[in-house]
T-cell receptor, first 115, second 116 residues
Framework: AQSVSQHNHHVILSEAASLELGCNYS??????LFWYVQYPGQHLQLLLK??????LVKGIKGFEAEFIKSKFSFNLRKPSVQWSDTAEYFC?????????????FGQGTTLQVKP | DTEVTQTPKHLVMGMTNKKSLKCEQH?????MYWYKQKAKKPPELMFV???????INESVPSRFSPECPNSSLLNLHLHALQPEDSALYLC???????????????FGPGTRLTVT
């Protein structure tokens, strides 16, 4: 079965520190990859997505992610975090083919940024 | 307009009650989804509708009954729920995925359900 693994469950950083959140998936076929963010009390928002093409994708709010097919990874990065980045971050994968939009979410990473 | 709206925001119901959750989008999306999310956990898919037809039911108990009356609306009818069904219920919509292409899902704010 397909699965998504986020290695960091709880990350605490100071403002201006660099961020990297790990995401690995288990599926050998074509995948669509997503990072969603859930700010406290708010709904899930898409940060960025990868469907094909350039494996380095840029998203909103200065976030980027790199798809490394050989490592089945899609890690999220930000060079300098802000207090407002405090949130829950979810990596998600949709396996290819067919017309089902089924997303498999990772367990999430809680990011706490200290001012 | 990239908004998915859900009503009500909060709902408290007893185990013998019947209630409904509503979801609406006006983005022209023909795929709509119900998820259940427990605190500090990822969303868990419950149902998927594609072109107003149920395409995925993730073995959800029959006390949850989805309905898609038209392309903009999605309902979740609740009956005889258990306290463990208390959670945040999220609705999402997207274009219908085609082949190996996919589309991001837009999520609503959710309905916070408490079963007493």
């Amino acid at each position: 079965a397909q699965s998504v693994s986020q290695h960091n469950h709880h990350v605490i950083l100071s403002e201006a520190a660099s961020l990297e959140l790990g995401c690995n998936y288990s599926y050998g076929g074509t995948v669509n990859l997503f990072w969603y963010v859930q700010y406290p009390g708010q709904h899930l928002q898409l940060l960025l997505k990868y469907f094909s093409g350039d494996p380095l994708v840029k998203g909103i709010k200065g976030f980027e992610a790199e798809f490394i097919k050989s490592k089945f990874s899609f890690n999220l990065r930000k060079p300098s975090v802000q207090w407002s980045d405090t949130a829950e971050y979810f990596c998600a994968v949709r396996s290819g083919s067919g017309n089902t939009g089924k997303l498999i979410f990772g367990q999430g990473t809680t990011l706490q940024v200290k001012p | 307009d990239t908004e998915v709206t859900q009503t009500p925001k909060h709902l408290v119901m007893g185990m013998t009650n019947k209630k409904s959750l509503k979801c609406e989008q006006h983005m022209g999306h023909r795929a709509m989804y119900w998820y259940k999310q427990k605190a500090k956990k990822p969303p868990e898919l419950m149902f998927v509708y594609s072109y107003e037809k149920l395409s995925i039911n993730e073995s959800v108990p029959s006390r949850f009954s989805p309905e898609c009356p038209n392309s903009s609306l999605l309902n979740l009818h609740l009956h005889a729920l258990q306290p463990e069904d208390s959670a945040l219920y999220l609705c999402a919509s997207s274009q219908v995925p085609s082949g190996v292409s996919s589309y991001e899902q837009y999520f609503g704010p959710g309905t916070r359900l408490t079963v007493t």
